[in-house]
């Protein structure tokens, strides 16, 4: 079992700790349902040292990334943030992860669980003169999210570093001594800031953010909340509602794919599947009945047929609902009502649009909602 250099600060702040892919990670701490909804109205901190860091670097480092993704890399500036996927030919969604443009270099942020999947990808179709480097190991991460982390932010480096940024945008600087990347960016739909700081320094800088944020109401969030958060965000969660059987366009994730740059990996087959239409699609639906609808479920039409599954649900504090996503088939994603089959009883529910709850980032001073595009 691995421990992140956090892990001991997580026990003694009361987190019950669970094996998370190999990881004993900080399942809660007060509690799911409050730590979720406290981070939407007021904000919420949590060790995310588990994610995979994999450095690209090398003068076809843009090219390289570029024949390997679908997104347009070469759009990129440095100090920005993309989202992005690694692709099978035949379009399926190996992992999905955030690319970070560092002039020289590009950091791609993985998935736990993929890590070494997504580095022998990587090194499998990379050219003689590049370089992949796991950086994992030397980097511990922190994600300070909700409408008030950006005040404790201003306090740990300073107003005009956190006032300039923008969402999906970052800056590299010292701290005590320590390399740090800061961005403005997160898994929850809230402003928020993730904090990629060298092993050795991530214990004092833990501690400091909980002392400036404790007078702005900050907890402690295990990986529990930040579940309940991400699902009323509508993001997808890799293994849950995409994976390599996974096409971007049935999982609603058509805006990153970019058929008109040069060919990369999958490229054609997601050409045909555009052309010929996806026959299931993921959607978000609100329970109407009392029930939790768990991954695997099925999903049922009126009529009790069933169209589909249940990818991830979960209860909302926030929204005081019973919420989900899932994959049904084309024809019966329209506005309506579904049911979902719990325990051999049929329970109504009804679709939704996603997210569940607005996009609340930020974008330099001024507000903005809306997906990630």
């Not at 994999?54 to 090219?63: C, I, Q």
Request: some cysteine.
């Amino acid at each position: 079992m691995k421990k992140t250099p956090l892990y001991e600060k997580t026990v003694q702040s009361g987190a019950k700790i669970v094996d998370f892919h190999g990881w004993e990670m900080p399942l809660q701490y007060c509690g799911i349902l409050e730590e979720s909804k406290k981070t939407r109205t007021h904000m919420g901190i949590c060790d995310v040292s588990h994610m995979a860091q994999v450095r690209v670097t090398g003068k076809g480092a843009l090219d390289f990334l570029q024949r390997l993704t679908p997104n347009n890399v070469a759009s990129l500036c440095p100090g920005e943030i993309q989202y992005n996927l690694f692709l099978n030919e035949q379009g399926g969604i190996i992992d999905d992860f955030m690319l970070y443009h560092c002039g020289r270099s590009f950091l791609c942020v993985v998935n736990a669980a993929n890590k070494e999947k997504d580095l022998k990808w990587l090194l499998a179709h990379c050219p003689v003169d590049m370089d992949i480097t796991d950086e994992s190991d030397q980097t511990a991460l922190i994600s300070l999210q909700g409408p008030q982390a950006h005040l404790v932010m201003k306090r740990v480096f300073g107003e005009s570093l956190i006032e300039e940024m923008g969402y999906m945008k970052f800056n590299e600087m010292i701290f005590k001594n320590r390399n740090c990347l800061i961005s403005r960016s997160g898994y929850t739909g809230e402003d928020g800031f993730e904090i990629y700081v060298d092993y050795q320094a991530a214990g004092t800088l833990w501690d400091e953010i909980l002392r400036n944020g404790e007078p702005h109401g900050l907890i402690c969030v295990g990986l529990g909340a930040r579940d309940v958060l991400r699902i009323e965000a509508g993001y997808c969660l890799w293994g849950n509602d995409i994976d390599e059987s996974t096409n971007p366009y049935e999982a609603g994730l058509h805006w990153v794919v970019k058929l008109d740059k040069k060919d990369f990996i999958g490229k054609e087959k997601l050409r045909q599947i555009r052309a010929e239409g996806i026959t299931r699609a993921r959607i978000g639906f609100i329970m109407e009945d009392r029930g939790v609808p768990r991954q695997g479920y099925q999903l049922c039409d009126e009529q009790g047929n069933v169209i589909g599954k249940v990818t991830s649900g979960t209860y909302s504090a926030y929204l005081e609902k019973f919420i989900g996503m899932g994959y049904v088939s084309s024809d019966h994603t329209a506005f309506g009502h579904i049911q979902v089959s719990i325990r051999d009883r049929l329970y109504r529910a009804n679709i939704a649009g996603l997210p569940f709850v607005p996009f609340r980032h930020k974008s330099n001073k001024a507000q903005t909602y809306g997906a990630i595009k």
